[in-house]
């Protein structure tokens, strides 16, 4: 079965970096898209990227633009999110999240079907 695991988050000062890694299992590889994002508390979860399973391609929502990459491992069984440079409004719960690509999910979380349980990502000044 498809399972979704987040790791890597934690608690750094501003201006420091964070890789975030999503283990994924049980799913054809190129059959879902596999996307990030993160919710902070009494705010809307927001798409920060995915990878395109039709052509490979990356995509950044306007929260995820700049200082985010997004990259997968080889065997596409990991999916990374580099995050550069965190200020304290990087805070949240970070997610990876799978569609199957006739959804065209991209960055529309209600599109995504499975989801892992999130890390935390704190951020102080």
């Known amino acids: 079965q498809g399972q979704l695991v987040e790791s890597g988050g934690g608690l750094v000062q501003s201006g420091q970096s964070l890789r975030l890694s999503c283990s994924v299992s049980?799913?054809?590889?190129?059959?879902?898209?596999i996307g990030w994002f993160r919710q902070a508390p009494g705010k809307e979860r927001v798409g920060l990227s995915y990878?395109?399973?039709?052509?490979?391609?990356?995509y950044y929502g306007d929260a995820g633009k700049g200082r985010f990459t997004i990259s997968r491992d080889n065997a596409g069984n990991t999916v990374y999110l580099q995050m550069n440079s965190l200020k304290p409004e990087d805070t949240a719960v970070y997610y990876c999240?799978?569609?199957?690509?006739?959804?065209?999910?991209?960055?529309?979380?209600?599109?995504?079907?499975?989801w892992g349980q999130g890390t935390q990502v704190t951020v102080s000044s």
């Open positions: 999240a799978a569609a199957r690509v006739f959804w065209k999910a991209a960055l529309d979380p209600l599109k995504y079907e499975y």
């Open positions: 049980g799913f054809a590889l190129d059959a879902y898209t």
């Open positions: 990878l395109s399973p039709e052509d490979g391609s990356t």
